[in-house]
């Protein structure tokens, strides 16, 4: 088999097209000398081969980020370069191209001119444990499967990307059948910029025949099989059933970046956007859920039923059990089901351990972040948590189990957590008597609440506190936090029994709430200088003065441009892609006006 030809370029080349690394989001500039002073070119749109990998431009070159990209070359496979994986080819990568449109099994698939027309023909070549290529053509539509093959090393993975012109990525119609059919070993794979649909369980199109479905993506470790360093980049997968990474050994180094996972459901078992299951070392950063779990709302009276796609509290958009050190990073979750982070553990103290959820942006749904449940009271579960800068907002809006709750954050049975810099906001929904910000139950210690602002949430509960024995408690400081119910009544924080075992420090309070109730213990009300006697508080009345504490997605929608309205905004963020990467819809840079919205004059 002839290998990837590899061109060296050497001379007035290697001085006029050498470039470093550049992660500024800018444009480049003329003067700029990773840029053709005369053309205005990057290495990626010039026409060049500048890192001598036989691969010219972004087109072709999976070192390319995009067309601005001024970068073709110099940085190792699994770098990082404008938030995306760069990927190189080793000395003996074989590359098989692949066109649904033009393409000829005939062909031998080595080159953009001679592409096969089928993934299977492709795969048929490529070697299992290899450093090999499978590029589909961007644009082309492929009516199967991807039967996957592992790689050689981590540096040198085995690839399913794509190549082409097009900015749209290759699409895969799988119907009722897997995108991914389920991989019993795996090891070094990156899976970049591919589409998977599964067309016929849309029961919008014309293109829909039944409710029979199956996972996007299925990756489960056999015992004693590999089951370590998967990337799932810059992908979609719309309408399946699952998106499942389990395993009987722990599945480890799973990198799942810069998806779309929308609209998965099932009629006849649980479904979620992905789920994940005794996995080491994870990674979830970026990524779009959106409505997974249900295809429409569940019929009353709320049953569970499961028939035609209804949502259930079972499904969710993103459901980890038992994950140790995981980091969940600048991701979009909306509209699941019930929760949008659901994690449960349940083998005892630490079974789930080293989570962060950092920087994300949850929307609707039943609940925003679920860290417990599903156990009697047990003993420490949770080790090591961090909770920071997320921002949630409207939770409960579209009830989609019907159920009248808005639950934005729970925690239960930690053993040292962080939950700080949050914002928990717009809950307006008088419908809704069952809401909180922050409920603390089960069996925990050592957990610091702090800097955390809840705003604009109406609620027959507390916003803050606990619903359980403080006896189960120890070392839970609650700390400079800020609620503030401006609109309507609701009582501030409150506890089921005596504070003894929690501490509270500078927090901030207001409410247009008879004063005399701003705080609740069992079924007595407490007023401020109350609370402060039992709690020395230290706290404030004030309602702070906010810079702009209003702001909702459709007032961002307006502040970028688009028409001020959700849906506009879902359409926006859907869009995201590689080649077609919007900052203002980028979920840290929509954190960020929130929280600008936040801060106090």
């Given at each position: ?282 990674l979830i950063e970026g990524n779009v859920f959106d409505h997974n779990g249900w295809l429409v709302q569940a019929i009353p009276p709320f049953n569970n039923a499961e028939a035609g796609g209804q949502a259930t509290f079972f499904n969710h958009n993103f459901y980890g059990t038992s ?279």
């Amino acid at each position: 088999m002839k290998k990837q030809k590899i061109t060296i370029l050497i001379g007035v080349f290697i001085l006029a097209w050498s470039c470093s690394h550049d992660d500024s989001p800018n444009a480049p500039k003329k003067n700029d000398p990773k840029v053709d002073p005369i053309n205005n070119e990057c290495e990626c749109n010039d026409g060049i081969d500048n890192d001598g990998d036989g691969l010219v431009d972004w087109s072709n070159d999976l070192g390319c980020t995009g067309i601005d990209d001024c970068t073709e070359g110099g940085l190792a496979t699994g770098s990082l370069e404008n938030g995306w994986t760069v990927i190189e080819p080793a000395s003996d990568t074989r590359i098989y191209y692949v066109s649904s449109s033009e393409g000829n099994d005939q062909n031998d698939g080595e080159s953009p001119v001679t592409p096969k027309k089928t993934i299977a023909s492709a795969m048929a070549l490529a070697r299992d444990h290899s450093s090999d290529w499978v590029l589909l053509k961007r644009g082309d539509v492929f009516n199967e499967s991807l039967v996957i093959k592992s790689g050689a090393l981590i540096n040198e993975p085995f690839v399913v990307a794509s190549y082409g012109d097009s900015k749209e990525r290759p699409l895969l119609k799988t119907g009722g059948n897997p995108g991914i059919p389920q991989v019993l070993s795996f090891q070094n794979i990156i899976v970049s910029g591919i589409a998977f649909y599964a067309h016929t369980r849309n029961p919008q199109t014309n293109e829909f025949v039944s409710y029979s479905g199956s996972p996007g993506f299925y990756f489960f470790r056999k015992a004693d099989n590999p089951g370590n360093n998967l990337t799932i980049e810059d992908c979609a997968f719309d309408f399946y059933e699952n998106n499942i990474v389990q395993g009987e050994q722990p599945p480890q180094n799973i990198s799942i970046r810069r998806n779309i996972i929308t609209n998965n459901y099932s009629d006849n078992a649980h479904s979620q956007g992905i789920y994940m299951a005794f996995c080491e070392s994870v990674l979830i950063e970026g990524n779009v859920f959106d409505h997974n779990g249900w295809l429409v709302q569940a019929i009353p009276p709320f049953n569970n039923a499961e028939a035609g796609g209804q949502a259930t509290f079972f499904n969710h958009n993103f459901y980890g059990t038992s994950l140790h050190n995981a980091t969940f990073k600048g991701n979009f979750f909306s509209r699941g089901s019930s929760i949008g982070t659901k994690f449960t553990a349940d083998n005892g103290p630490g079974s789930a351990s080293a989570i962060t959820l950092e920087d994300n942006l949850y929307v609707d749904g039943e609940i925003g972040i679920s860290m417990g449940g599903n156990d009697p009271i047990a003993s420490y579960r949770f080790k090591d948590i961090g909770i920071v800068n997320n921002v949630m907002l409207n939770i409960g809006r579209s009830k989609p189990t019907t159920r009248g709750l808005a639950w934005y954050l729970d925690i239960d049975d930690w053993d040292t957590g962080n939950v700080q810099n949050n914002l928990f906001l717009n809950q307006p929904d008088a419908q809704i008597g069952n809401t909180f910000a922050i409920r603390v139950s089960g069996v925990s210690k050592d957990v610091t609440i702090q800097d955390n602002t809840i705003y604009n949430l109406r609620s027959g509960l507390p916003l803050l506190g606990s619903i359980d024995s403080n006896s189960d408690k120890s070392n839970i400081l609650f700390k400079k936090n800020t609620v503030v119910a401006s609109n309507f009544n609701a009582v501030l924080m409150g506890f089921p029994t005596n504070v003894s075992n929690y501490t509270f420090s500078q927090n901030s309070y207001y409410s247009f709430l008879t004063t005399d109730k701003w705080f609740q213990i069992g079924t007595t009300y407490a007023s401020l200088a109350t609370w402060e006697n039992l709690t020395n508080d230290g706290a404030s009345s004030t309602l702070p003065a906010f810079n702009s504490p209003d702001r909702t997605l459709e007032v961002y929608q307006t502040s970028v441009g688009g028409s001020a309205s959700i849906d506009g905004f879902m359409t926006a963020i859907m869009k995201q892609s590689k080649f077609n990467w919007n900052t203002d819809y980028d979920v840290p840079t929509i954190n960020t006006w929130f929280r600008e919205g936040f801060k106090v004059n």
